[in-house]
């Protein structure tokens, strides 16, 4: 008999005997059990979803939204799929018209291939150099040499220290450091850290040359003049931002009380170079007043011309002005009784030319007894016009109790006025020495530019000649060296020791300098050519500027500078301190950009022109330009 579900599922009451029995169910049962199931929870959810409905209204809104953000996005990335569809269609039309253009050259490429037959590439020939070229790369710490290495030369004694970064009580670390730094520029130290060299280099980079003994060194900027406050607001008001040449030598000389023979251009602004000294003399002396006043002024300028008196006048009075100080012009071509007025009510500074100042000087409107600060501007101009014995009239008037001591051992008395003379001209004639000799106590003779007899000491040779036949030329004037010495320039420091190793080899006491040595390395080297240990130096252009090495016979330049500016410092290592010298430029095809340059200095020193130089296209124009015109004979040279 078949039992009820009720009877199946049993109740609660049921014995757990009966409870424990197995059931067994037939397949209707089991469908209704499963139907009964799934029915009975539904009102329950049903229940609760309505009773979130009513607790949150909005629901069913954010259902919706959400709906409408789903649609967007499909909307979204179906126009991004088209896009992309765009993107990739066009990019296969542009290969495909490529591939269509590439088919066309071709096809006009076997056109001319079969009309004009076919360009066969030249083959590259290399050559042997090229083949051999010898590669030395090295470290400065691998250098074992005597002359460098500079364990043989300052020996360190052991200390008792050890551990990490020392090796037998030598710190390394601080060795390492001080053989690998980098020399710095002038521009980049400041003034207690600049060394001789670096002042060489600093006087080259603006063509200062000086003669004479205990030169102070020039001065770099305004700052470093030792000028008063006063004059240095009044420099900057002027505009005047950094020195000049001229000023940047003279005037450390004029804060001195040198005497100074300044050889310069008009408009090297020299005019400057005597004003700020003399305004800085004068602002220490006792001011004018009704006991001093008939003693003349304090200092006396001379000019040749009544322009060249004006133009100083209105420099000076724009610096005098504020250290309240008086300026009276005498020039000729002007009331003398107006200026003879001026001049007696009193003035510091009295700015004349030589034949105005004489007239003044023979009908007592002036006299020069605290006179002593005299200026002589364009003196090889004046002497030029005839004014030498109205100059040293003027000279002669003024007190001679405080000229300087005539031997150069005597220490100048700093608390003591002296006679200060400023003398300036573009060349050293014959009469401006006259002058100097008579009135000048150990003056320095300060240069700047190309001024002078300086660049006529040296014969300039040039040799057109392939690359490869400059080593045996090199050794052919070596060979003619005999006991004296010679630089060797080159480009880089490769060739610099290939070239050193290959003399070495053949038995020339070589040395090298250039960048890749430390400083201490590179002074070595120089001391040991200076002492005579080696008579050749290769060096790049590390050492062709700011070295100072006396008798050196010749220089030879075995790589021709890129630019123009480093030949001329290169030549002049040679043919210094008054000595003649003798400069030897290889100059090779490769070297035309800078062959119409080399040209104009040979031709400006009337040095021999190579005749190769002298026909090839590129020395008759500058590079850059195009000719507008047929050469002059003007530019013709002189032809070996």
């Known amino acids: 008999m078949k039992r009820s579900i009720n009877q199946v599922t049993g109740s609660t009451s049921a014995t757990s005997a009966d409870a424990n029995k197995p059931v067994f169910l037939s397949k209707a049962q089991r469908e209704e059990l499963a139907l009964n199931r799934r029915h009975d929870p539904i009102p329950d959810h049903r229940l609760l979803r309505e009773q979130l409905d009513r607790s949150t209204p909005n629901r069913s809104e954010r259902r919706r939204g959400r709906d409408r953000d789903g649609d967007r996005d499909r909307k979204r990335s179906f126009r991004e799929r088209d896009r992309e569809r765009e993107e990739e269609e066009a990019k296969s039309r542009e290969k495909a018209r490529v591939e269509k253009l590439l088919d066309r050259e071709k096809e006009l490429d076997a056109i001319k291939e079969q009309y004009l037959g076919v ?31 500079a364990l043989y030369q300052n020996p360190r004694e052991a200390q008792l220290l050890f551990g990490r970064g020392f090796l037998a009580g030598t710190d390394r670390r601080q060795q390492k450091k001080h053989y690998t730094s980098v020399d710095r520029h002038w521009s980049d130290k400041r003034l207690d850290e600049m060394s001789e060299r670096d002042w060489r280099i600093f006087k080259e980079d603006f063509n200062i040359s000086y003669k004479g003994s205990k030169i102070p060194p020039p001065m770099r900027s305004w700052e470093e003049s030792k000028l008063s406050s006063e004059l240095l607001k009044a420099v900057e008001r002027a505009g005047y931002n950094a020195p000049r ?19 310069a251009e ?7 170079a005597f004003v700020l000294p003399m305004l800085a003399y004068i602002a220490r002396l006792p001011p004018m007043s009704e006991e001093n006043i008939r003693e003349g002024p304090y200092a006396v300028v001379l000019a040749p011309t009544h322009e060249l008196a004006q133009q100083i006048e209105k420099e000076t009075v724009k610096f005098a002005r504020c250290l309240g100080l008086r300026v009276v012009l005498t020039v000729g071509g002007q009331s003398i009784e107006e200026q003879g007025l001026k001049l007696a009510q009193g003035c510091e500074i009295v700015i004349a030319t030589p034949g105005r100042l004489i007239d003044c000087l023979e009908r007592r409107l002036v006299v020069l007894n605290q006179c002593n600060y005299v200026v002589l501007d364009e003196a090889d ?29 005597e220490e100048l008395d700093e608390k003591k006025i002296y006679r200060t003379t400023y003398m300036f001209s573009a060349t050293m004639a014959s009469g401006v020495e006259r ?12 240069t700047i530019g190309t001024a002078g007899k300086a660049t ?13 036949e400059k080593f045996f030329r090199l050794q052919k004037l070596l060979d003619e060296l005999g006991d004296k010495t010679a630089f060797v320039f080159v480009n880089t420091r490769i060739k610099c020791h290939s070239i050193a190793k290959s003399l070495d080899k053949a038995g020339y006491r070589v040395t090298t300098s250039h960048g890749g040595k430390s400083q201490e390395q590179r002074e070595i080297s120089l001391e040991g050519f200076r002492a005579k240990r080696y008579n050749v130096l290769v060096a790049t252009d590390v050492v062709g500027r700011g070295i100072d090495i006396q008798d050196v016979a ?6 021709m500078p890129k630019p123009i500016e480093m030949y001329t410092h290169r030549i002049g290592r040679t043919g210094r301190a008054g000595k003649s010298g003798v400069a030897t430029t290889f100059l090779t095809l490769n070297d035309t950009d800078v062959f119409y340059d080399l040209k104009q200095i040979l031709v400006q020193s009337n040095s021999a022109v190579p005749l190769e130089l002298a026909r090839h296209e590129a020395s008759r124009f500058k590079p850059g330009t195009v000719p507008d015109r047929p050469p002059r004979h003007s530019d013709t040279g002189y032809i070996n």
């Open 119 to 149: 360009k066969k590439p030249k083959k590259r020939v290399s050559k042997p150099s090229e083949k051999l070229r010898f590669s030395f790369d090295w470290e400065n710490t691998e250098d074992t040499s005597r002359d460098t290495n």
């Open 456 to 468: 006529d000491l040296i014969s300039q040779h040039v040799i057109m000649m392939k690359e490869s």
């Open 435 to 446: 002058l100097a000799r008579k009135y000048l106590r150990n003056p320095v003779v300060v």
């Open 554 to 559: 010749h220089v030879i330049n075995y790589d």
């Open 381 to 409: 101009r004046m002497i030029d016009m005839g004014f030498e014995p109205q100059v040293a009239c003027v000279l002669d008037a003024m007190p001679s109790s405080n000229l300087k001591p005539e031997k150069e051992e």
């Open 245 to 263: 040449p001229i000023q940047m030598a003279a005037i450390p000389l004029g804060l001195q009380q040198r005497d100074v023979i300044g050889v």
């Open 266 to 272: 008009t408009g090297s602004g020299k005019t400057h």
